[in-house]
């Protein structure tokens, strides 16, 4: 890959802009190689006139807080991009509706609301992930998920165009929405319902204390591994896994979290393959035992 009118672009942009950058650190697993290119763009602006010189000429994968990818032990080729915090503001579009910068932690939008005294995204203070990555994901927990609240998001093509997309023009689904891989969301806007302060942090902190009783939390891990399946059994997929696979199971530093069996942890210094194979050691287990395909909710970033 020709980057000398990358480096042109970082040197006129003085842009943080990198090249074969340590991506490790970069995701909550801290596993991965390195990235040919890095790109952390300041503002728009700057985004835009990247993606006009990169002019497709390699992958690009767009990383949120990095909760839930799991990147190769090898070389990415093609660019990372991590928006920065200047895509992370919060503002009332109207008394119940908020504008959120897709770099925005959902944590923050949700203490936003309870200072605004807005309900409906309490179940938000619960997922350690950027708005960006709960719109991919279509996350949610606890009943409500992003389509719930959604009312439409500002992307931007690889080309560099951007558009605006209502929420009733996407289809969602469980834990994936189906658009356009090729959309980089800058923002989005939601829509809650006007509600009492005390009552809507008494949810959040209710929430946050079933969160914290059940899942692991201060480890390298990636949130839920499997996706619970959907209209092939009523358990859920840390039950199967329970079910299906030995306790103290491990493949190097890869194994499975004492307090929920959905979440693998790298307790030192895990390679991919590692967790790789534990992850393909449990799928396989479940199906063989249960008769039930588990599908991953983790992304692996090849």
């Not at 998001?153 to 605006?164: A, E, H, M």
């Not at 103290?248 to 991919?272: L, M, Q, R």
């Not at 992850?279 to 035992?289: G, P, S, Y």
């Amino acid at each position: 890959m020709d980057i000398k009118d990358l480096e042109n672009f970082k040197n006129k942009y003085n842009s943080d802009l990198f090249f074969n950058f340590d991506i490790k650190k970069l995701n909550w697993f801290n596993i991965g190689g390195k990235s040919k290119i890095f790109f952390k763009p300041k503002n728009l602006i700057e985004l835009k006139q990247f993606l006009k010189i990169y002019n497709n000429r390699g992958k690009i994968f767009i990383l949120g807080m990095g909760s839930n990818v799991l990147f190769k032990d090898t070389i990415y080729e093609g660019v990372i991009i991590k928006l920065s915090n200047n895509f992370s503001t919060l503002s009332k579009l109207k008394p119940n509706t908020i504008i959120a910068g897709s770099a925005c932690s959902q944590k923050k939008l949700s203490e936003y609301a309870l200072e605004n005294e807005i309900s409906g995204f309490e179940f938000m203070y619960c997922i350690p992930g950027s708005v960006g990555g709960g719109l991919q994901m279509n996350s949610g927990c606890f009943g409500t998920e992003f389509k719930d609240k959604l009312i439409s998001l500002q992307c931007i093509d690889t080309n560099g165009n951007i558009k605006i997309i209502p929420s009733n023009k996407i289809t969602f689904k469980y834990r994936k929405i189906d658009l356009n891989e090729n959309l980089i969301f800058l923002s989005a806007t939601f829509e809650g319902n006007l509600s009492n302060k005390n009552k809507i942090k008494n949810l959040m902190e209710e929430l946050k204390i079933k969160k914290n009783n059940s899942q692991p939390s201060k480890i390298k891990t990636g949130g839920s591994t499997f996706k619970n399946p959907i209209d092939q059994t009523t358990k859920k997929a840390w039950e199967l896994i329970k079910a299906s696979v030995p306790k103290n199971i491990n493949f190097g530093d890869a194994c499975i979290s004492k307090k929920h069996s959905n979440f693998f942890v790298n307790k030192n210094n895990a390679t991919f393959e590692e967790m790789y194979s534990l992850i393909n050691f449990v799928k396989k287990n479940v199906k063989d035992k249960t008769g039930v395909n588990i599908n991953l909710e983790i992304k692996i970033v090849e």
